[in-house]
Protein backbone atom coordinates (compact mmCIF):
# COMPACT_ATOMS: atom_id res chain seq x y z
CA UNK A 1 0.00 0.00 0.00
CA UNK A 2 2.58 2.39 1.27
CA UNK A 3 6.35 1.63 1.87
CA UNK A 4 9.29 4.40 2.52
CA UNK A 5 12.58 3.16 2.42
CA UNK A 6 15.41 5.25 4.24
CA UNK A 7 13.75 8.63 3.39
CA UNK A 8 16.37 11.54 4.35
CA UNK A 9 15.32 15.31 4.28
CA UNK A 10 17.11 18.02 5.49
CA UNK A 11 16.80 22.15 5.80
CA UNK A 12 19.48 24.82 4.90
CA UNK A 13 18.97 28.01 7.66
CA UNK A 14 21.69 29.85 6.36
CA UNK A 15 25.25 28.14 6.85
CA UNK A 16 23.68 25.76 8.82
CA UNK A 17 21.88 22.39 7.95
CA UNK A 18 19.06 20.87 9.78
CA UNK A 19 18.41 17.13 9.04
CA UNK A 20 15.00 16.57 9.73
CA UNK A 21 14.57 12.90 8.31
CA UNK A 22 17.42 10.26 8.74
CA UNK A 23 16.96 6.95 6.53
CA UNK A 24 13.22 6.86 7.87
CA UNK A 25 11.41 3.30 6.91
CA UNK A 26 7.88 2.95 7.67
CA UNK A 27 5.29 0.69 5.65
CA UNK A 28 1.25 1.29 5.79
CA UNK A 29 -0.54 -1.67 4.87
CA UNK A 30 -4.40 -1.68 3.08
CA UNK A 31 -6.55 -1.55 6.36
CA UNK A 32 -4.24 0.13 8.49
CA UNK A 33 -3.57 2.94 10.82
CA UNK A 34 -0.08 4.77 11.56
CA UNK A 35 0.19 7.83 14.00
CA UNK A 36 3.30 9.84 13.58
CA UNK A 37 4.26 11.78 16.89
CA UNK A 38 6.75 14.31 17.90
CA UNK A 39 7.93 17.64 19.19
CA UNK A 40 6.56 20.86 16.98
CA UNK A 41 9.46 21.02 13.96
CA UNK A 42 10.75 17.42 14.13
CA UNK A 43 9.25 17.06 10.66
CA UNK A 44 6.46 14.78 10.92
CA UNK A 45 4.51 16.75 8.71
CA UNK A 46 7.52 16.85 6.24
CA UNK A 47 7.71 12.60 5.93
CA UNK A 48 4.03 12.99 5.44
CA UNK A 49 4.10 15.39 2.66
CA UNK A 50 6.94 13.23 1.12
CA UNK A 51 4.58 9.84 1.41
CA UNK A 52 1.92 11.57 -0.15
CA UNK A 53 3.84 13.13 -2.82
CA UNK A 54 3.88 16.80 -2.19
CA UNK A 55 7.39 16.97 -1.27
CA UNK A 56 10.69 15.43 -2.55
CA UNK A 57 13.07 13.26 -0.30
CA UNK A 58 16.98 14.15 -0.62
CA UNK A 59 17.08 10.47 -0.62
CA UNK A 60 15.38 7.49 -0.49
CA UNK A 61 12.42 5.80 -1.99
CA UNK A 62 7.96 5.92 -2.15
CA UNK A 63 6.45 2.86 -3.22
CA UNK A 64 2.82 4.00 -3.11
CA UNK A 65 -0.21 1.64 -4.50
CA UNK A 66 2.48 0.14 -6.37
CA UNK A 67 4.03 2.29 -8.26
CA UNK A 68 7.86 3.79 -7.59
CA UNK A 69 6.59 7.98 -6.84
CA UNK A 70 10.18 9.24 -8.01
CA UNK A 71 9.75 7.40 -11.24
CA UNK A 72 6.22 9.20 -12.05
CA UNK A 73 6.25 12.99 -13.67
CA UNK A 74 4.15 15.80 -12.21
CA UNK A 75 0.92 15.00 -14.00
CA UNK A 76 1.20 11.54 -13.11
CA UNK A 77 1.84 11.83 -9.59
CA UNK A 78 -1.35 14.73 -9.30
CA UNK A 79 -3.72 11.53 -11.11
CA UNK A 80 -2.40 9.53 -8.38
CA UNK A 81 -2.86 11.54 -5.27
CA UNK A 82 -6.37 13.11 -6.74
CA UNK A 83 -8.25 9.44 -7.32
CA UNK A 84 -6.69 7.62 -4.95
CA UNK A 85 -5.48 9.93 -1.59
CA UNK A 86 -7.51 11.71 0.52
CA UNK A 87 -6.29 14.52 2.55
CA UNK A 88 -7.07 16.05 6.19
CA UNK A 89 -5.27 19.29 7.18
CA UNK A 90 -5.23 21.17 10.91
CA UNK A 91 -6.96 24.38 8.41
CA UNK A 92 -9.47 22.24 7.05
CA UNK A 93 -8.63 23.46 3.47
CA UNK A 94 -12.33 24.04 2.47
CA UNK A 95 -13.06 26.38 -0.66
CA UNK A 96 -14.91 29.57 0.07
CA UNK A 97 -18.25 30.75 -1.89
CA UNK A 98 -19.06 26.85 -1.67
CA UNK A 99 -22.11 25.40 -0.19
CA UNK A 100 -21.11 22.41 2.05
CA UNK A 101 -22.52 19.35 0.21
CA UNK A 102 -20.20 21.31 -2.92
CA UNK A 103 -16.84 20.97 -0.64
CA UNK A 104 -18.16 17.34 0.15
CA UNK A 105 -18.54 16.67 -3.35
CA UNK A 106 -15.94 18.54 -4.81
CA UNK A 107 -12.78 15.46 -5.44
CA UNK A 108 -15.59 13.23 -6.65
CA UNK A 109 -16.41 15.92 -9.21
CA UNK A 110 -12.97 16.18 -10.05
CA UNK A 111 -12.44 12.79 -10.94
CA UNK A 112 -15.91 12.35 -12.57
CA UNK A 113 -17.97 10.48 -10.21
CA UNK A 114 -21.75 10.82 -9.84
CA UNK A 115 -23.26 12.78 -6.91
CA UNK A 116 -25.82 10.26 -5.71
CA UNK A 117 -23.61 7.52 -4.05
CA UNK A 118 -24.87 5.74 -0.99
CA UNK A 119 -21.54 6.05 0.47
CA UNK A 120 -21.85 10.17 0.63
CA UNK A 121 -24.94 10.06 2.20
CA UNK A 122 -23.69 7.80 5.04
CA UNK A 123 -20.67 9.93 5.49
CA UNK A 124 -23.26 12.80 5.84
CA UNK A 125 -25.49 11.25 7.77
CA UNK A 126 -22.41 9.91 10.07
CA UNK A 127 -20.51 12.93 10.58
CA UNK A 128 -24.32 14.74 11.02
CA UNK A 129 -23.76 16.94 8.59
CA UNK A 130 -27.39 16.50 6.73
CA UNK A 131 -28.92 19.74 8.46
CA UNK A 132 -26.20 22.36 6.76
CA UNK A 133 -25.65 20.92 3.65
CA UNK A 134 -26.54 24.05 1.95
CA UNK A 135 -24.76 26.55 3.89
CA UNK A 136 -21.29 28.25 3.15
CA UNK A 137 -18.27 27.27 4.73
CA UNK A 138 -17.31 30.20 5.77
CA UNK A 139 -19.99 30.46 8.38
CA UNK A 140 -19.74 27.00 10.01
CA UNK A 141 -18.15 26.35 13.17
CA UNK A 142 -14.19 24.88 13.59
CA UNK A 143 -15.85 21.49 14.39
CA UNK A 144 -18.14 21.56 11.94
CA UNK A 145 -15.61 22.83 9.07
CA UNK A 146 -13.49 20.14 10.27
CA UNK A 147 -16.45 17.28 9.97
CA UNK A 148 -16.95 18.75 6.04
CA UNK A 149 -13.14 18.11 5.79
CA UNK A 150 -13.36 14.80 6.55
CA UNK A 151 -16.77 13.86 4.58
CA UNK A 152 -14.51 15.75 1.54
CA UNK A 153 -11.84 13.45 1.95
CA UNK A 154 -13.59 10.42 2.10
CA UNK A 155 -16.35 10.99 -0.21
CA UNK A 156 -14.10 9.55 -3.45
CA UNK A 157 -12.96 6.33 -1.32
CA UNK A 158 -9.59 6.84 -1.12
CA UNK A 159 -7.40 4.23 -0.52
CA UNK A 160 -4.81 6.44 1.29
CA UNK A 161 -5.64 8.75 4.08
CA UNK A 162 -2.87 11.45 5.44
CA UNK A 163 -4.09 13.33 7.72
CA UNK A 164 -1.95 16.12 9.50
CA UNK A 165 -3.13 17.63 12.73
CA UNK A 166 -6.63 16.80 11.95
CA UNK A 167 -7.82 18.23 15.50
CA UNK A 168 -4.98 20.71 16.21
CA UNK A 169 -7.68 23.33 16.07
CA UNK A 170 -10.47 21.87 18.26
CA UNK A 171 -11.25 21.67 22.32
CA UNK A 172 -10.29 18.51 23.88
CA UNK A 173 -13.89 16.95 23.38
CA UNK A 174 -14.56 17.82 20.45
CA UNK A 175 -11.09 16.59 19.41
CA UNK A 176 -11.87 12.66 20.55
CA UNK A 177 -15.15 12.55 18.43
CA UNK A 178 -13.90 13.85 15.81
CA UNK A 179 -11.00 11.57 15.78
CA UNK A 180 -13.32 9.11 16.38
CA UNK A 181 -15.60 9.74 13.41
CA UNK A 182 -12.66 9.97 11.13
CA UNK A 183 -11.04 6.22 12.50
CA UNK A 184 -13.89 4.89 12.06
CA UNK A 185 -15.20 5.97 8.60
CA UNK A 186 -11.66 5.37 7.39
CA UNK A 187 -11.97 1.44 8.71
CA UNK A 188 -15.26 1.29 7.54
CA UNK A 189 -14.29 2.59 3.82
CA UNK A 190 -11.58 -0.02 3.34
CA UNK A 191 -8.95 2.78 3.48
CA UNK A 192 -5.05 2.76 5.30
CA UNK A 193 -4.77 6.46 7.16
CA UNK A 194 -1.63 7.87 7.84
CA UNK A 195 -1.88 10.43 11.11
CA UNK A 196 0.29 13.15 12.24
CA UNK A 197 -0.16 14.65 15.30
CA UNK A 198 1.83 15.80 18.63
CA UNK A 199 -1.22 14.38 21.23
CA UNK A 200 -0.35 11.12 22.21
CA UNK A 201 -3.79 10.62 23.44
CA UNK A 202 -5.58 11.13 19.51
CA UNK A 203 -2.43 8.76 18.71
CA UNK A 204 -3.77 6.13 20.93
CA UNK A 205 -7.04 5.92 18.17
CA UNK A 206 -4.75 4.00 15.85
CA UNK A 207 -3.57 0.63 15.25
CA UNK A 208 0.38 1.50 15.71
CA UNK A 209 2.54 4.55 16.61
CA UNK A 210 6.00 5.96 15.92
CA UNK A 211 7.79 9.02 17.32
CA UNK A 212 10.18 11.08 15.49
CA UNK A 213 12.70 12.47 16.68
CA UNK A 214 16.33 13.73 15.68
CA UNK A 215 16.08 12.01 12.51
CA UNK A 216 15.04 7.96 12.77
CA UNK A 217 11.27 7.05 13.69
CA UNK A 218 10.77 5.10 16.76
CA UNK A 219 8.04 2.40 17.64
CA UNK A 220 5.66 2.66 20.39
CA UNK A 221 4.38 0.77 22.41
Do not use: S, T
Given at each position: MLELRSISKSFHDGESELHVLRGVDLSLEAGDSIALTGASGCGKSTLLQIAAGLE???SGSIQ???????SLDEPDTALLRRRHL?????QFNLIPGLDVQSNILFQRRL???????PWVDELIGGLGLETILERQ???LSGGQQQRVAIARALAHRPQLVFADEPTGNLHDSLSRQVMGMLLGLVAESGSSLLLVTHSREMASFTHRRYLLEEGP????D
Open positions: RADILGRCLEGFVFQNRLPDDDVEVLHAL
